[in-house]
Each structure stands twice: as C-alpha cells, then as structure tokens.
T-cell receptor
C-alpha cells in the first residue's frame, strides 16, 4: 500500500522567511496530493492540492510542486507570518477519491515574529 | 467546500463507558469518514461510512469497539465503546466532495479524554 513520508517534523523560521516542507510517496498510482493545515484545537483545513497532471500550483503565498518521476511533492510558503504557525500534513491518494488517502506524519511550523 | 459540525466538541469520560459522537454536514454527501488522531500524531482512518450500507473498517478497528451509523446523506455517528485511557484522542469526521469527488474536508474534531 501507499506510504507517505514527511520532513521535517519541526520547522522554525523567522517571520518573512520562506518555509519548505517535503513529502515522498511510494505508490506510483497516486494521483492526488492535498495539503492540510491544522491549528491548535481545530480540524485539518485543506489549503492547496495538486493532481498528477500538473507540476506546480500556486495560491498567493502558498505553492506546491510535484515530481512524479521522483515521487515527491513539496509545500512552499513565502513571506511567512505568525498566523502560518500550525501543523501541516501532506497526503497522497491512490485514485481520484478520498478513500485510502494516506497522510504524512505532519510538520510543526513555528514562525517567529 | 463543506461545513461540518461535530458534537460534542470535547468530553471527559470514565473508563468502561461509551461515547457517541455526532457529525452533521451542510449538504448531502455519499462518503463520510471517521479518523482518529492521537496526541501529536497524524490521522488514522477508522472506517468509511456510506449511506445505506455497513461501514467499512480499517485494519485494527472493529465494529464492536467503534459502531457507526449513517442514517442519511448528511449525518453519521461514531460510538467509542467500553473506553479505556488508550482511546483518548481527537476523533474527526470527514467528507469527500469536489468536482473529481476526491477532496476531503474535515470537521472540527471531538477531543476525548478517558480517565
């Protein structure tokens, strides 16, 4: 089955710097890769996603890149702000459906003011 | 997106008792999912609940311990039965929605502490 590895487990950056979180997956059949942000005391919130027919997607300060050959994808946050501090989860879905979506272990991001 | 609510938001329970968690969605969905998130950990799928059929449980989770109901397309319940301290977790309801029907949205979670 699918296995998703996520690095780093903890990331601390200065406000205004960029943050990069990387994930690798094992199942070449995976074709949908969402990213979630979970703030303390809340459920995970979908912030961006990418499909295997796209190499990069951007939404304001957030971008995701996908390398299908190497089976890895990354989340890039530019101009970080204190409110970006949260736990971020990557995920991979082996088909076009949430069924059997596999989540990474999470990255705790601290943005220091 | 989807608006998902869960009740209760948190609870403290005694071992040996059961707790039923409710999940309400703002519109009809075919698939609903229940996840467990242990403290500081990632999300683990407990089961998938389709309306009108028995829930499908993942390895390590059984119906006797986590019975699920799905009476209609906007509502589901998860019961945590005969609780022990190891059941202390966040329980999350999730639904699948989107043009490709593969985007998952999560509820706010139910924080359960078992003493």
């Amino acid at each position: 089955g699918e296995n998703v590895e996520q690095h780093p487990s903890t990331l601390s950056v200065q406000e205004g710097d960029s943050a990069v979180i990387k994930c690798t997956y094992s199942d070449s059949a995976s074709n949908y890769f969402p990213w979630y942000k979970q703030e303390l005391g809340k459920g995970p919130q979908l912030i961006i996603d990418i499909r295997s027919n796209v190499g990069e997607k951007k939404d304001q300060r957030i971008a995701v890149t996908l390398n299908k050959t190497a089976k890895h994808f990354s989340l890039h946050i530019t101009e970080t702000q204190p409110e970006d501090s949260a736990v971020y989860f990557c995920a991979a879905s082996p088909k076009g459906g949430g069924f059997k979506t596999i989540f990474g272990a999470g990255t705790r991001l601290f943005v220091k003011a | 997106s989807a608006v998902i609510s869960q009740k209760p938001s948190r609870d403290i329970c005694q071992r040996g008792t059961s707790l039923t968690i409710q999940c309400q969605v703002d519109s009809q969905v075919t698939m609903m999912f229940w996840y467990r998130q242990q403290p500081g950990q990632s999300l683990t799928l407990i089961a998938t609940a389709n309306q009108g059929s028995e829930a499908t449980y993942e390895s390590g989770f059984v119906i006797d311990k986590f019975p699920i109901s799905r009476p209609n397309l906007t509502f589901s319940t998860l019961t945590v039965s005969n609780m022990s301290p190891e059941d202390s977790s966040i329980y999350l309801c999730s639904v699948e929605r989107g043009g490709a029907k593969d985007t998952q949205y999560f509820g706010p979670g139910t924080r359960l502490t078992v003493l």
